[in-house]
């Protein structure tokens, strides 16, 4: 059976070329993803890394499994390749934005650590609240089906995002099931029009950061009223890492809940 390094020497590279290469893609990861909030990073761009001084063509994708796997035993991060599991199209039958870029390949670092040691060495406290606003907002579209709407208006609880306990927020959403993503998040005290929010800042571009994330799918839908915005989950929201989670938490609050009640 042919080892890694039998596969490097049939494409006439050293080990020292070999590393070098691994080093700068590892690198590039990882600044990517610190520079960007943890947006996807192309496969395309790690390619061209190992292309602008080597041609042959079987060495990126060597130099890339090589990269993600010092990642892994380096500093805990998977390199988890993501992949969409459908193209949104416009109802007017043409092709959106993600459809275009369906097939293109991209990477983002997940954490394998043990959460006690990630929180307490890694974890950047300063950006919690992007992690809060994150988990808000999944967990509102995730209780509307998995899909919602910025269009139309129903009930939710008024509080504000820095005060309240989502625990709170899912019990009062769950009875009350929205079609409107920007009212909740109004009732939250997030306003669509607010660029100086003193914890997010502009709040339409935290909203755009968890599409840019793959959190969020954004689909642009044509009718005879003209144009809509449909937001629903993506596959970093869908993935088993961050939706079993969501959904133990959600059972936990209403069996929490239904206990007191009951007191």
Known sequence: MATVSDDYAQIDISTEEKDKLVAEV?????FKTHQTTGCPIKREELTQIVTKNYRQRALPALVIKEAGDRLAATFGYEMRELQRTRAPSTRSGRPSQQQVNVDAKSYVLVSKLDPEVYMKYVEHKEAAHVSGFAFVVISIVHLSGGKISEGNVSRFISMSVRKSSPAIIFLKFANHISEDLWHQLRRLGLNESDENHPVLGNNK????????????LK????????????????????DESISGKLKDYISQVVSTSTAAEVD
């Open 219 to 238: 689909e642009k839908l044509s009718g005879p009223e003209g144009h809509s915005m449909m937001y629903e989950l993506a596959e970093r929201a869908l």
């Open 205 to 216: 571009q935290a909203l755009e950061l968890l599409v840019q994330q793959r959190y969020l």
């Open 26 to 30: 590892m690198r590039h990861v990882l």
